[in-house]
């Protein structure tokens, strides 16, 4: 089993949609945890950490199940400009290490 | 300000010719990375430093090196690049379990 899993995708949705994407973990030490959003031929940029309470970000609302090991990313309103890969990135805490889940692929029709 | 700064972008490298990719950063972070990022696959962890503790990945290739001088510069070194090497290369810091930075990355083609 991978330490960080994803949706596979790819998403593509129109203009103004919500969309979801889920991730698990497999490492129950795992402390942080976060999403990233890359674009074509650009490095990985943080989108959100991800709190045990949730946390939103305009439209962008992130979760967090521990019990469940499971985060979630919901978009809102979705963009043109929000199309890219996202990336669910989880930090294992003692041995510092931030392993990425395999990306999601959103693409956003107009 | 870039925080992460990563030299040169664009690297062209012979076959089996020794290549090293720079990485620096101004945040003091104690945490540095090296990823490996092939077309439509997600990051790769190579290597991390944990200030001079340095953890190598179980599949992380002979082939790759790094090292870290000091807290703000470390280095990737690829001393035979074969042509499946071929990928981009991102540096990232982290303080311990808080986000990472990353660099704009490395792009190495193998000639």
């Known amino acids: 089993r991978k330490e960080v899993e994803q949706d596979p995708g790819p998403f593509n949705v129109p203009e103004g949609a919500t969309v979801a994407f889920n991730c698990t973990y497999s490492?129950?030490?795992?402390?942080?945890f976060f999403w990233y959003r890359q674009d074509c031929r650009k490095e990985p940029k943080l989108l959100m950490s991800v709190y045990s309470s949730g946390n939103e970000d305009g439209r962008f609302t992130a979760q967090l199940n521990r019990a469940s090991q499971y985060i979630s990313l919901l978009i809102r309103d979705s963009k043109l400009s929000d199309s890219a890969t996202y990336l669910c990135?989880?930090?294992?805490?003692?041995?510092?290490?931030?392993?990425f889940g395999s990306g999601t692929q959103l693409t956003v029709l107009p | 300000d870039a925080m992460v700064i990563q030299n040169p972008r664009y690297q062209v490298t012979q076959f089996g010719k020794p290549v090293t990719l720079s990485c620096s950063q101004t945040?003091?972070?104690?945490?540095m990375y090296w990823y490996q990022q092939k077309s439509s696959q997600a990051p790769k962890l190579l290597f991390h430093y944990y200030d001079k503790d340095f953890n190598n990945e179980a599949d992380t290739p002979d082939n790759f090196q790094s090292r870290r001088p000091n807290t703000s510069f470390c280095f990737l070194d690829i001393r035979s690049p074969g042509l499946g090497d071929a990928a981009m290369y991102l540096c990232a810091t982290s303080k311990v379990d808080t986000e990472a930075f990353f660099g704009q990355g490395t792009r190495l083609t193998v000639v």
């Open positions: 990135v989880v930090n294992s805490g003692s041995a510092r290490q931030l392993t």
């Open positions: 945040l003091n972070h104690n945490v």
């Open positions: 490492n129950s030490a795992s402390q942080s």
